[in-house]
Nanobody, 120 residues
């Protein structure tokens, strides 16, 4: 099982970016999914998360500017970020609680990270 994140890049302040993260491999079920970010010299922080039932939660730093969603049929989570600010510059990581289709154990998985750079 692995998670692979896509969608990072360079964007001007005020612009938008849509990140996606797809799970692959032998997956039986996915519980919570979420996005984290880590800026240079800072700790990794939670940005947004979504439950299997679609309940969402956001950090204060992105609330009102971002939207998390998921497509359970595609094992994919999305993060739509609008009105981006230079302080949103970071490596964005996806995270998910996944039940293996092989042994039915639940494990915590991380994607490889995708860089978002917002220029002023």
């Amino acid at each position: 099982v692995q998670l692979q994140a896509f969608g990072g890049g360079l964007v001007q302040a005020g612009g938008f970016r849509r990140l996606s993260c797809a799970g692959s491999g032998s997956i039986n079920s996915i519980n919570r999914m979420g996005w984290y970010r880590q800026a240079p010299g800072k700790q990794r922080e939670s940005v947004a998360r979504i439950s299997s039932g679609g309940t969402t939660a956001y950090s204060d730093s992105v609330k009102g500017r971002s939207s998390i969603s998921r497509d359970n049929a595609k094992n994919t989570v999305y993060l739509q970020m609008n009105n981006l600010k230079p302080e949103d510059t970071a490596v964005y990581y996806c995270n998910a609680d996944i039940q293996s289709g092989v042994d039915l154990n639940w494990r915590d998985y991380w994607g490889q990270g995708t860089q978002v750079t917002v220029s002023s």
